[in-house]
Nanobody, 125 residues
C-alpha cells in the first residue's frame, strides 16, 4: 500500500505561481514513476506531467510545457509540481499518483496504482 498526500493548492491570479507537493509513504521502494493529473469540473481527468523515479526523465502535456516543472526528492519520497504563468484554464483539482511497475505508458489514468486525494487550484482571470 502507498499513501499519497498532496498540498500547496490555493487561489491565485492569472500569471502567478504555485508549487504543489505530494508526499508518498508506505511501500515506496518499488516506485517506477510519479505523476500529476488534473480534473476540471465536467471534464475528464487529464495528464499533466510525469517523472521516472530513477533517472528523473520528465514528460509534460503540451498545454503546460514551458510553464510547469515536475521534480522529485528521492530521499523524501516527494514529487513537486512548480506551476508558473498560471492561466484560468489551469483551474482544476490536481492529483498525484504513483506507478509501481512500468505499464508501457506514463500518461494514462489506468497506468497508475495509487492516487492522492487531490488539491484544488483556482486561477482567477
Amino acid at each position: 500500500q502507498v499513501q499519497l498526500v498532496e498540498s500547496g493548492g490555493g487561489l491565485v491570479q492569472a500569471g502567478d505561481s504555485l508549487r504543489l507537493s505530494c508526499a508518498a509513504s508506505g511501500r515506496t521502494f518499488t516506485t517506477y514513476a510519479m505523476c500529476w493529473f488534473r480534473q476540471a469540473p465536467g471534464k475528464e481527468r487529464e495528464f499533466v506531467a510525469a517523472i521516472r523515479w530513477s533517472g528523473g526523465t520528465t514528460y509534460y502535456a503540451d498545454s503546460v510545457k514551458g510553464r510547469f516543472t515536475i521534480s522529485r526528492d528521492n530521499a523524501k519520497n516527494t514529487v513537486y509540481l512548480q506551476m508558473n504563468s498560471l492561466k484560468a484554464e489551469d483551474t482544476a483539482v490536481y492529483y498525484c499518483a504513483v506507478q509501481w511497475y512500468y505499464s508501457g505508458s506514463l500518461q494514462g489514468v489506468f497506468d497508475y496504482n495509487y492516487w492522492g486525494q487531490g488539491t484544488q487550484v483556482t486561477v482567477s482571470s
